[in-house]
């Protein structure tokens, strides 16, 4: 999943790039509202991380403009948003939630929570609150990071694991490599690699041992396919 970092403080953003990285996001950053704006409209975030103080402008008129439509996003006004801030006023954590926020944390913070946070806003439309995918005989717990096959754990790397939690929730459907690499890889990824064909090709041969049948399959010209099979 791809998350969008709005912070200007170095450090933090430093920390919070490895810290999600290590748990199997791509991550990109901005400093500036004004930069964010720019990649909201260039990518498709399955998630905005925000704070308040910007800059050149606040998050929460940032926040609003996304709600209101006013700032294009690739994801739409629904994009969901985690304000991470280090106003824990009251007033200020209402304000953030009426602008349209879907969840709100204040500085110092734990990353273990942080990344809670994230899971649970990041299920919320997509497995009825729950963690856990299941797709014909495959299994996904993103809350361990745990991936299995008819009981067959997977010892897959991030990038296949999450390239393999993205096909997991579109079965059936053709999936492209550019999709994959806007999803799946960070902003520094190099559109002309090679890294989502390797990957996929890594993540097909775990999928697949002895008799068992193959679910991954490329769809020449397209993209790839996980088949649903029992």
Known sequence: ???????????????????LGRAGYAVDTAATGAEAAEKLGMAAYDLMILDITLPDTDGFALC????????????????????????ANLSDRVRGLDEGADDYITKPFALAELQARIRALLRRDVGGGSAVLEVGGLFLDSARQLAARNGRELPLTLKEFGVLRYLMFRPEHVVSAEELLEHVWDENADPFTQSVRVTVGTLRRKLTRGSEEPVLETVIGRGYRLRVRP
């Open 64 to 87: 609003r403009g996304v709600r209101r439509g006013e700032i294009p996003t690739g994801t739409g006004p629904d994009l969901r948003i985690l304000m991470l801030t280090a106003r």
């Open 1 to 19: 999943m791809r998350l969008l970092v709005v912070e200007d403080e170095a450090g933090l953003v430093s920390a919070l790039r490895s810290g």
